[in-house]
């Protein structure tokens, strides 16, 4: 098998993977969703504060790693050599 072909199959097979996990999940919350059976309005305003508490955790994720970091962000060093 080329390397062209295997990368082509590796992306496929991790294509079917994320839609059946978005499947899944999405399945899951509508039942949810129907067994609350919760107002448009408060659905997505739940929908809307998930977002932004997961948006929000990866976003502090990242500045501690920038602040872990030696150099100030935005400065890029040459390789010394």
């Not at 199959?9 to 919760?38: G, T």
């Amino acid at each position: 098998m080329k390397k062209k072909d295997l990368i082509l199959s590796f992306e496929q097979a991790y294509n079917r993977a994320r839609e059946q996990e978005q499947e899944e999940l999405h399945n899951a919350i509508v039942d949810v969703l129907h067994e609350h059976k919760a107002s448009v309005a408060n659905t997505l305003l739940v929908l809307e504060l998930l977002k932004f508490e997961l948006l929000n955790s990866k976003y502090q994720h990242v500045l501690q790693d920038a602040k872990l970091s030696s150099s100030p962000p935005g400065n890029i060093k040459a390789p010394e050599e």
